[in-house]
Structure formats: structure tokens, C-alpha cells
């Protein structure tokens, strides 16, 4: 038992749509430390199994000052919160300050996979980690933990999340009425674009698949490539830019189209996680006339091989982008990403990424990866042989002195 855990109250807010936060409270509990967790739905309920659990059934609008409140009632030292752009959390989290509660934000790591991220006030645009090599050469002189690996289920993560959802969608109206999902679409349409917009229409999607590959195998011109991310991520939907990414994939289009080498590829890459509602296929094929033989959709297909031999990629703030670094691909990135660094990331406007940007420096970017595992990356996973471990890497790392 960690004696100085003792005096630490930790309140869990919303976490992953799993057994994680579960975990994780008996990480913290096994040290020593009081955990606390507000349930302002019935998903959060059904995955808790620990003591210390309340609901909140109130009013959006009520809820910092409840926050408020059950800080000073508790003695509130820290609070942890699954990402910080729901409206839960983002109202909870200037309280929390204001009353000098330490907030850890956690989310999928930055390297993945086999890593999760816990980063002190907040994550993405809210990111305070170093932006000066000085800082970051410092981070990297810590030890970071290595990790020996994790299996996860794409069938597990979909029955929990099915299980949070329906939760909420037969009981929430009773249990908590004021309660507000914060996905843009309902999971009733989230499950229905997976059904009838992608596993109805598999083997078609499959040998667009396979011509578009062939495409990108074929090409013997520069390569880049643009992975799209998902409207509902809120870094997308606060630390992206403004226009949103409709047009913003039209605005790299157009780019590409007056200042990409005519010889040049752009790989458009659909999320793996995205639904099928907005249509991608369309929209692109709105804006490349002229350029089809240039442009390419794949639904699917080996990611990292593509970034292997890419002479750039464009990203929003997508973790791909650090992929595409570690694989010697120049990144320009168009919104707020922790890794957006000079020597690291093309520094000048988007127009002239086209005309040959330089690779990453090598010693940067390894300082700045080891650097970004000792501080604010733990092994393990929100599901899956990575969950327990993960939690108790976290609960440890929470425990440990502040990185920065």
C-alpha cells in the first residue's frame, strides 16, 4: 500500500465503454487511495462493480455545480475522465480546477497499439506537454515501461458497446431523464449504418477494395495519403479545424489538384470505425473531375504499407500521423496534434507540402517518442488481456509525480 495514496480521493466521470474504470478504482483502492464514481447514465452504471458509486439524475445544467459540491463533500483530490470534450466532463473539469483538484485525462494512446494515454489537464488542443526540445529532451531521460503485448476482440468491444448503449436506450428515460449522449449519431443509427451500410454490402465493398489496392499498387508516381477521421471525435469536433472535415477533405482535394507533381497519388482512406452514413465515396467524387485517375477511396486495406512508401501524408490530428512519422513519411498536420513539431512535422502551409517535404529528423523524433512513452504513456488496453494490467499501469503512473 502506497501510504501517500491515502490522503488521494479520486472521482471517476465517464469512462470507456467497458470494465476498465472498474479495474482501475481497484488499482487505486489496492494503494490506498478512496475512489469515487458518478454515474450520469445507465451504461456507466452496468459497468461498475465497486463501492463508492452515485448517480447523477439532475439537469445538464445543474451538473457543475453538483460537481461542485460533491468535491467539497468528499474531499476530492483528483479526478479522471475518458477524454475532456463531453459536456460532462468539460463542465466538471474548470470546477475541478478552480477547487485545485489535479485532473488525468485519459484516452487510447498515442502508440498503438498496446498503449493508453494519461495526460494531466487535458488531451489534444488541451495537450501540456512540452513544446520545446529542451522540455521533451528532459522527459525522454525517464525510464518508460515497456509492455509485452495485448490481445483485444473487435466481438468484446461490440457487445460492450451494444451493452452501454442499450442500457441507456431502454432505461435511461427513467433512470436518468435528463441524461445527453454525446455521439452525433444515436447508437440505433450507429448500429444500422454497421448492418445495412457495411456488413450487407461486404462482398461489393471487397472488390471496390480490391481495385482501389491495385490502384495504389500500381502507381509508380509520389504517393500520399489522406486517413479520414470520424465527425463524432471531438478531436475533430473541437481541436480541428474550423470548417469541419467535409470541407476540409475538400480544400486538401483542391489543393492537391493545383500543386501536387502530375504524377502525384492521393490515397483517401475511410476510418475503420466509421458507420457508413456519411457518404465519402460521393463526396470525393464530387470534387476530383478531372483528376479521377489521380485520386483514390479505399474502404479498408494495409494502412502502414501505404505510409512505408508514401512521399507525405495528410492528417488532421490523427495518431496515423505519428504512425506515417515513425515510417520516415513527411506529415503536414492541419489541426492541433501533441507531435506537430518543427524538425518533426512540415511547418509551412499545405500548398506547398505537394512540392517535396523533408522526412522527419530521426534523433528528434526518437527523443520526442521516448519522451511521449515515459511521460504519458502506460502498456495496456481499455479492453481485452491489456485491461487489468493497463489499469493498474495507470492507477500507478496517477500516483507517481506529475510528468510536467
Known amino acids: 500500500m502506497n501510504a501517500d495514496a491515502s490522503k488521494r ?25 478512496e475512489v469515487r464514481r458518478i454515474h450520469v447514465c445507465p451504461g456507466d452504471r452496468l459497468f461498475w462493480r465497486g463501492p463508492g458509486g452515485v448517480s447523477f439524475r439532475g439537469k445538464p445544467n445543474d451538473w457543475p455545480e453538483y460537481v461542485k459540491r460533491f468535491i467539497a463533500e468528499h474531499d476530492v483530490t483528483d479526478i479522471v ?14 470546477v475541478a480546477k478552480a477547487a485545485g483538484v489535479r485532473i488525468h485525462v485519459i484516452e ?40 509485452p503485448g495485448f490481445k483485444s476482440s473487435f466481438l ?12 441507456n436506450i431502454l432505461s435511461s428515460w427513467v433512470l436518468y431523464p435528463h441524461y445527453k449522449q454525446h455521439a452525433l449519431d444515436h447508437p440505433l443509427r450507429e448500429w444500422g449504418g454497421w448492418i445495412f451500410k457495411k456488413a450487407l454490402r461486404l462482398k461489393g465493398r471487397r472488390a471496390m477494395l480490391e481495385v482501389a489496392e491495385g490502384r495504389v499498387t500500381a502507381h509508380q508516381g509520389p504517393l500520399y495519403v489522406f486517413p479520414l477521421q470520424l465527425e463524432t471525435d471531438y478531436q475533430i469536433r473541437l481541436h480541428g479545424p474550423a470548417e469541419g472535415l467535409r470541407e476540409t477533405l475538400k480544400r486538401i482535394i483542391a489543393s492537391f489538384r493545383v500543386h501536387a507533381p502530375a504524377d502525384a497519388m492521393l490515397a483517401i482512406k475511410l476510418h475503420p470505425l466509421d458507420n457508413g452514413w456519411t457518404p465519402w465515396q460521393a463526396l470525393i467524387a464530387e470534387e476530383i473531375a478531372g483528376i479521377e485517375d489521380r485520386v483514390v477511396y479505399l474502404d479498408g486495406g494495409d494502412l502502414d504499407a501505404m ?8 492528417v488532421i ?8 512519422l515513425t515510417l520516415g513519411a513527411p506529415v503536414k498536420a492541419l489541426g492541433a496534434a501533441i507531435y506537430d513539431l518543427p524538425c518533426m512535422t512540415f511547418q509551412t502551409d499545405l500548398d506547398a507540402f505537394w512540392a517535396g517535404a523533408a522526412k522527419p529528423d530521426e534523433a528528434r523524433l526518437a527523443l520526442f517518442l521516448r519522451a511521449l512513452t515515459a511521460a504519458i ?17 495507470m492507477a500507478a503512473k496517477m500516483l507517481s509525480p506529475r510528468p510536467y
Open 377 to 393: 504513456q502506460v502498456p495496456g488496453g481499455f479492453d481485452g488481456t491489456g485491461a487489468e494490467p493497463g489499469a493498474a499501469n
Open 307 to 314: 505510409l512505408a512508401r508514401a512521399a507525405g501524408c495528410v
Open 156 to 167: 468484446s468491444f461490440s457487445i460492450m458497446d451494444v451493452a452501454f448503449n442499450l442500457a
Open 9 to 33: 480521493v479520486f472521482l471517476l466521470l465517464q469512462g470507456p465503454m467497458s470494465y476498465f474504470f472498474t479495474y482501475l478504482g481497484r488499482a487505486l483502492r489496492d494503494q490506498g487511495a
Open 81 to 94: 475522465s475518458l477524454g475532456d470534450g463531453r459536456r460532462w466532463h468539460a463542465d466538471a473539469i474548470p
Open 108 to 147: 487510447q494512446g498515442y502508440l498503438r497499439p498496446h498503449y493508453l494515454t494519461v495526460e494531466p489537464e487535458g488531451t489534444g488542443g488541451n495537450t501540456r506537454f512540452p513544446r520545446d526540445w529542451d522540455n521533451i529532451a528532459e522527459l525522454a531521460e525517464k525510464t518508460p515501461l515497456p509492455h
Open 317 to 324: 490530428n490523427s495518431t496515423v500521423g505519428l504512425t506515417a
